[in-house]
């Protein structure tokens, strides 16, 4: 079954360290993916879009994510943490031709002073 | 600007009642969807609208039912058949073909049943 998987419920890093959020996809070719953020009692915000070509993808805030067919897999980054950072995190992919978005079940980022 | 207004921010609803909740979109976005928050769960499509006058069925559409008279509006109505509504719900919409593009979210509506 085509499915986006967050394995982390939870994650919890000190300001100032590297951040990386795991996403992996369950589909036989390659998905368009991307990654919102969502600030507590807010909407989603898209942070960044993969489609094709290089697989290393910038967004904004200073996040990164990089596709990886071999692992089915597109964790975000980001080099250094913020304290406004913290919110929760979604995975995202379009699968085949339908109009339905899958949605991973989030990761919760906290971050130490 | 351009976005997506939802209404209300909240909601209080006694057992039994129907509520409506608004999606207004000024994108001029073909397609408009609605998706379920709960804690640790993601989010969960409860219907689509590709065009005016046409909607689907998501993943949890019993108990929902909306409209698509409009195509900057797509309202949601939560009926005292939804067994579970108390939840965040979220109006989100989009353009271009079937499966590409970036879906653009309102703020959201947190229902509350008493």
């Known amino acids: 079954a085509q499915s986006v998987t967050q394995p982390d419920i939870h994650i919890t890093v000190s300001e100032g360290a590297s951040l990386e959020l795991r996403c992996n996809y369950s589909?036989?070719?390659?998905?368009?993916l991307f990654w919102y953020v969502q600030s507590p009692g807010q909407g989603l915000q898209l942070l960044l879009k993969?489609?094709?070509?290089?697989?290393l993808v910038q967004g904004i805030k200073g996040f990164e994510a990089e596709f990886k067919r071999s692992q089915s897999s597109f964790n975000l980054r980001k080099p250094s943490v913020h304290w406004s950072d913290a919110a929760e995190y979604f995975c995202?992919?379009?699968?085949?031709?339908?109009?339905?978005?899958?949605f991973g079940s989030g990761t919760r980022l906290l971050v130490r002073p | 600007d351009g976005g997506i207004t939802q209404s209300p921010k909240y909601l209080f609803r006694k057992e039994g009642q129907n509520v409506t909740l608004s999606c207004e979109q000024n994108?001029?976005?073909?397609?408009m969807y609605w998706y379920r928050q709960d804690p640790g769960q993601g989010l969960r499509l409860i219907y689509y609208?590709?065009?005016?006058?046409?909607?689907q069925k998501g993943d949890i559409a019993e108990g929902y039912s909306v409209s698509r008279e409009k195509k900057e509006s797509f309202p949601l109505t939560v009926t005292s058949a939804q067994k579970n509504p108390t939840a965040f719900y979220l109006c989100?919409?989009?353009?271009?073909?079937?499966?590409?593009?970036?879906?653009?979210f309102g703020e959201g509506s947190r229902l509350t049943v008493l």
């Open positions: 989100a919409s989009k353009t271009g073909t079937a499966n590409t593009g970036e879906l653009f």
């Open positions: 589909y036989g070719a390659t998905p368009y």
């Open positions: 994108l001029n976005h073909d397609a």
């Open positions: 993969y489609f094709s070509g290089d697989t």
């Open positions: 609208s590709q065009i005016v006058n046409d909607f």
């Open positions: 995202a992919a379009w699968m085949d031709s339908s109009y339905k978005l899958i």
